[in-house]
């Protein structure tokens, strides 16, 4: 089993930041990828970013140049640093965890909104 706890939403005005954490605890010599998904009202989940136990990192094309993910291994924390923030980047985001057999954990979800 793996806990997800997120911590780091809230409110932020557009072209803000926020940077999300994500402390994960349990079986992790398990989990191969870490990342974060987001889901907007009316939407459905999508990716955002995702990070190999290898440090390699992928991102949502809406995202790119604006977020940047990072994996602390020794601490199992993962983190979402988040750029000039739009509107649209209102969401609950989520944060996962995918064993090598390709199951997933979830985290609880922390709200982001972006408005002024």
């Known amino acids: 089993q793996v806990q997800l706890v997120e911590s780091g939403g809230g409110l932020v005005q557009p072209g803000g930041s926020l940077r999300l954490s994500c402390a994960a605890s349990g079986s992790m010599s398990s989990i191969d990828v870490m990342g974060w998904y987001r889901q907007a009202p009316g939407k459905e989940r999508e990716l955002v970013a995702r990070v190999t136990r290898g440090g390699s990192a992928n991102y949502a094309d809406s995202v790119k140049g604006r977020f940047t993910i990072s994996r602390d291994t020794a601490k199992n924390t993962v983190y979402l640093q988040m750029n000039s923030l739009k509107a649209e980047d209102t969401a609950v985001y989520y944060c996962?965890?995918?064993?090598?057999?390709?199951?997933?954990?979830w985290g609880q979800g922390t709200q982001v909104t972006v408005s002024s």
């Open positions: 996962n965890a995918e064993t090598f057999y390709k199951y997933n954990y």
